[in-house]
């Protein structure tokens, strides 16, 4: 993969840079679409007289959709290409969103919030891979974590919408202005997106040497007289996706994966969907309870960005075990403090800098555990799995809450996940170093991010 490595270690170019751009805003969508529910709880809960169980429910809609999305969507990216994939995704994003706008009752909004994430789910691990694969060696880390701020950004914007939006026009208004942006990036996916490089020259669908060639056009390269010859002499094709993620070499890695992912997403949907109500409810202010889960998320951008900056200097995965552990302190910490209104809002921001750099490590660090063939159903798995246990925590505290639970002792309980997703990246670690100690030393270029 000659071609491969050398675009990989020059420098981006504007096709690169527009790519990453388009998955950037499209993630930025998925982000908005999904806090949307959480920032429109109150309201909804209060209009349909929902108790706390039922809200858990609804608030645990879409995390459901997105592990099915995750888990059975994104696996076809594999087969059939990122590009039409999302294409997919977004449209299925879009029809969900414009019936939650006329949804009737909990009940029609559960499953339109099912489909909705649905969409999401196949999308966000795909895009990863996409932005991954047109990244350049050096600036894959830290372009990883600038895609992960895309969807704490949209969450933001969310929040900045929904505050004014809401009490002037219904919590429907937010759903709409998330409908009409789904749209609007569906389209403009269809006209800018492209297929992956990667993709063509791995898997070689049909007219894969004049896809590709068609790129590289664009890219400024010279065409291939003939698709590169692969090392193991043939296309990927069939199953092989699936032996690799579940094979004997990588499956430790993979369940790390798994468990260190799905215990950061159980920790962080929790405050993610729960925060915002919980204010409200001990304010009396539902206001302020959107205050404190945007600048939550604003708290999630800076983390990316952080996240960014270190990677170009440290090892990715080190930094995401010191996010986690930092995380779970943190989560203590707002738990003791909450009540305290001004305290709250500024330990909101933390709990947004270290739960999201910690999402951002491990979208850095997963790609570069399979190869190009595996690439989107390992980290497809990764994040659908994580997200089909991460559907408990909304639930469970609903059930708390309703048995009496005091709000900060939840937040201590789910300190704990974040120090065992901690532990599942140190392990992950020492499993990698030891595979580079005993194979032959020949420089893989997506391994330098899982480093």
């Known amino acids: 993969m000659d071609v491969l490595s050398d675009i990989r270690r020059s420098p981006m170019g504007r096709f690169q840079v527009v790519a990453v751009s388009i998955a950037l805003v499209l993630i930025l969508i998925d982000g908005f679409d999904v806090a949307v529910m959480s920032y429109a709880a109150p309201a909804i809960s209060r209009e349909w007289h929902i108790d706390p169980v039922m809200l858990g429910y609804l608030l645990s809609a879409s995390l459901f959709g997105m592990a099915a999305g995750s888990i059975l969507l994104t696996p076809l990216a594999d087969r059939i290409g990122r590009r039409p994939l999302t294409l997919i ?13 006329v949804a009737a ?3 029609q909004l559960l499953a339109f919030r099912v489909l909705t994430g649905l969409g999401v789910g196949g999308m966000m691990a795909n895009l990863n ?3 991954s694969e047109y990244a350049s060696d050096r600036r894959r880390g830290p372009i990883i974590g600038i895609y992960a701020a895309g969807y704490p ?7 900045l919408a929904a505050g004014p939006l809401i009490p002037a026009f219904g919590w429907h208004s937010a759903f709409l202005v998330g409908a009409v942006l789904s749209v609007a990036m569906l389209v403009a996916s269809a006209v800018w997106l492209p297929e992956s490089l990667d993709f063509l020259l791995v898997r070689r669908p049909a007219n894969a040497l004049g896809r590709a060639n068609a790129i590289l056009a664009r890219m400024g390269r010279p065409a291939l007289a003939e698709l590169p010859s692969m090392a ?6 069939g199953n092989a996706a699936v032996r690799e993620v579940l094979g004997t070499e990588k499956l430790f890695r993979t369940v790390m994966l798994w ?3 799905a215990f950061l997403v159980a920790a962080y949907y929790f405050a993610n969907t729960w925060t915002p109500k919980i204010m ?3 304010s009396g202010n539902d206001s302020l309870g959107v205050t404190v889960g945007t600048v939550a998320n604003f708290g999630g951008i800076l983390g990316c960005f952080i996240f960014s900056a270190l990677a170009i200097r440290y090892r990715s995965n080190r930094l995401l075990a010191g996010s986690l552990v930092a995380a779970g302190a943190a989560y203590v910490v707002f738990g003791l403090a909450f009540s305290q209104v001004a305290l709250a809002v500024a330990l909101a921001v933390l709990l947004g800098i270290l739960t999201t750099a910690g999402i951002a490590g491990f979208y850095a660090i997963a790609p570069g555990v399979y190869s190009a063939g595996a690439r989107a159903t390992g980290l497809g798995w990764m994040i659908g799995l994580g997200r089909l246990i991460s559907i408990v925590a909304p639930i469970l505290v609903g059930y708390l809450i309703s048995g009496g639970w005091a709000p900060q002792n939840i937040f201590f309980l789910f300190a704990l996940p974040l120090l065992g997703a901690a532990a599942a990246v140190v392990a992950l670690g020492v499993s990698l170093r030891r595979a580079d100690a005993g194979r032959a030393r020949e420089p893989q270029p997506t391994d330098a991010v899982a480093r």
């Open 259 to 261: 468990i260190g992912y």
């Open 232 to 237: 193991s002499g043939a296309p990927v094709r």
């Open 89 to 101: 995704s977004m449209a299925v994003i879009s029809v969900g969103m414009v019936l939650s706008v």
């Open 280 to 282: 409200a409810g001990v």
């Open 153 to 159: 950004i949209g969450a933001t914007i969310g929040g």
């Open 129 to 131: 891979v996409l932005v």
């Open 105 to 107: 009752d909990a009940g």
